[in-house]
């Protein structure tokens, strides 16, 4: 993060704007939420949510237990304390970096490559082109709300205010507010004019669509990224501004079948597309992430987890008589193992087009989990989709046949991706994830399956370590049949 200096000052002189001081201008460590008066409280009430957690004043009496009689030392204590409730409070809100858990990520998964959203890669040398571009979608915006420029700018004020709270305060702390104000504000309108470009509305201006279009690809990366993200409340003031309420669902319903390749042909069996104006994201990689995982049909009961070491790549499964398969809904959370009759059983998975910029989107989506979800068998089943859908892909490749054996199964679909040495080895690199509930669930499952019919899978392990020689055989056999066949039949006409 380089310097504030090197963010360059807006064409509009927003800094000499008279923008009447919220409470919220105190230094956000202290900040109350609750601000009487202020328009926060009379244009987003919904989003009082979001704040409720950074609240430090409603502690325990335990929590107020005496440590020090220094009063000054108590003071710090309790001080130190309630603020690491906060952030622990605002976990799900906040503005996450990268979790060490994820090791050794590759940049091209981590860094963006056009446009900076927010204050984490804020200033680097090749995103500065993009920040003209900004200057020029807050024009359009403008013009759009049929406001002035100081009225839109008031409004994301407060917001911009409160999104302090949810970033790094190492990063923040070398960030004045004013400059954090028009970060958000500029960033928060390329993003609406980015989303209408691609929920094909109409309403995007020629000339900015024309860096828009072409770097479609490269944007949606961009904003898919975990540490490039605004927080949803600032985004949906500009939205609610500019009179588009549809906005989010349209630019959702074109982007949820991001991770299938672009030329699928969709099966009829796929779910409709169902907007949940209850939900509330936190930022538009938490929207979009919602959404392609989907939301399961089936409420399935806690398991009991017992520490088990598993291995089943997709070779060992054929081998036991369980098939792997694509599933139709297209959803992640779509995870089952089906028994198909007696002697099969079918493990469905959504198909997954894999490239660079797929890949991408499902390590930013997996380590989100691993950045809100505290724990993955306390919380939701959904919650942790992705790391589960990960982990199994993971499990079932150990060499570059397995890859292509998902290829064969239409587990891996399209071209152009990742080579199958390219893909075992970004597989691979998530055999640590923490284990989510479809994952130990479908794990458990194949488990008992195994051991309920050890006779069976043995059947199927020799008839497939050796189906070449028994083809042979078969071959054989049918050979000589028609021999004796034909010898017979000269016989009779002898």
């Not at 028994?339 to 989107?361: C, H, I, M, V, Y």
């Not at 068998?377 to 054996?405: F, H, I, M, N, T």
């Amino acid at each position: 993060m380089e310097p504030t200096a090197a963010w360059a000052p807006c064409e509009f002189q927003l800094a000499n704007w008279s923008i009447e001081e919220p409470a919220a201008y105190l230094p956000v460590e202290y900040a109350s939420i609750d601000i009487p008066g202020t328009c926060l409280e009379a244009c987003v009430p919904e989003y009082y949510y979001y704040y409720a957690a950074s609240q430090q004043h409603n502690v325990t009496s335990d929590q107020k237990a005496k440590i020090s009689n220094d009063s000054d030392a108590q003071s710090v204590v309790d001080q130190v304390m309630g603020e690491f409730k906060a952030d622990i409070d605002m976990m799900k809100a906040k503005m996450h970096r990268y979790p060490a858990c994820l090791g050794d990520v590759d940049e091209s998964y981590t860094l963006p490559r056009i446009v900076a959203i927010g204050p984490y890669h804020h200033g680097k040398e090749h995103l500065k082109q993009a920040e003209k571009v900004k200057h020029a979608a807050a024009c359009h915006c403008v013009r759009q709300s049929g406001r002035s420029l100081e009225e839109l700018y008031g409004a994301v004020v407060p917001m911009a205010d409160h999104a302090r709270h949810f970033y790094d305060k190492d990063v923040m702390a070398g960030i004045n507010p004013e400059d954090f104000r028009h970060m958000m504000f500029f960033d928060a309108c390329f993003l609406v004019q980015y989303m209408l470009s691609r929920a094909y509305t109409g309403d995007v201006d020629q000339s900015l669509n024309g860096f828009l279009s072409p770097n479609r690809i490269d944007i949606f990366h961009d904003v898919m990224l975990l540490e490039n993200q605004l927080p949803w409340h600032v985004v949906e003031t500009v939205i609610r501004l500019l009179r588009l309420p549809s906005l989010s669902k349209k630019f959702v319903a074109r982007k949820r079948n991001c991770m299938l390749s672009d030329d699928r042909h969709e099966p009829p069996q796929q779910k409709p597309f169902i907007w949940y104006d209850s939900y509330k994201p936190p930022h538009l990689l938490g929207l979009l992430r919602y959404y392609i995982v989907g939301r399961s049909d089936i409420e399935y009961p806690k398991q009991e987890k017992k520490d088990k070491s598993y291995s089943l790549s997709a070779m060992e499964l054929a081998k036991i008589g369980i098939t792997l398969t694509a599933n139709k809904t297209m959803q992640l959370i779509d995870m089952t193992l089906n028994q198909k009759g007696t002697l099969f059983a079918e493990l469905s998975l959504a198909p997954l087009s894999l490239d660079r910029d797929r890949a991408s989107f499902l390590v930013n989506m997996a380590a989100l989990e691993l950045c809100t979800v505290q724990s993955f068998s306390a919380a939701r089943d959904g919650d942790s989709a992705v790391c589960s859908y990960l982990l199994l892909l993971a499990k079932l490749v150990y060499r570059e046949e397995d890859v292509q054996e998902l290829r064969v199964r239409g587990l891996l679909q399209g071209g152009g991706g990742l080579t199958n040495e390219e893909a075992l080895r970004f597989f691979t690199s998530f055999q640590g994830l923490r284990f989510g509930p479809y994952y130990y669930r479908i794990m458990v499952q194949i488990q008992i399956y195994r051991e309920s019919s050890r006779m069976k899978t043995k059947s199927f392990a020799f008839f497939h370590n050796h189906k070449k020689t028994i083809a042979a055989v078969v071959s054989g056999v049918v050979s000589v049949g028609g021999i004796i066949g034909t010898l017979l039949s000269i016989k009779k006409t002898l």
